[in-house]
């Protein structure tokens, strides 16, 4: 149980310093005097578990975790040169569905 109680421990602390204000809130970007600033969404997910079997015609044990993540942008802020302020949410896919172009 120590290995799987280090993974985590470990997995967690790595998670913890990739997530900060700079992961969500992107470093703007001037473009002709106009200050983009990227919005992200993080999601992340973890589980693990273990097992210790002795006395039985399967000795032995075993560990595992696993984990996911996502990150999606969901909005821009816009400064423009103006000095006006703005929340551009994403509304168009991030790719066109494959099967867009097909005709029925």
């Known amino acids: 149980m120590d290995d799987i109680q280090e993974l985590v421990k470990t ?4 998670v913890e310093r990739i997530l900060s204000t ?9 473009v002709e005097g106009n200050i983009f ?7 992340f997910g973890f589980g693990g578990g ?4 002795k006395g039985t015609a399967r000795e032995g044990g075993g560990t595992g975790i696993g984990g ?14 103006d000095g006006s302020i703005r929340v551009e949410p ?14 029925s």
Do not use: D, H, N, Y
């Open 68 to 81: 996911g993540g996502a990150v999606k942008p969901v909005a821009v802020v816009v400064i423009a040169k």
């Open 50 to 53: 273990g097992m210790a079997r």
């Open 90 to 103: 994403r509304t168009a896919p991030l790719c066109p569905s494959p099967t867009a172009s097909w005709k």
């Open 37 to 43: 600033i990227p919005l992200v969404m993080m999601g």
């Open 11 to 14: 997995t967690l602390s790595e």
């Open 22 to 30: 700079k992961t969500v809130v992107g470093e703007p970007i001037t």
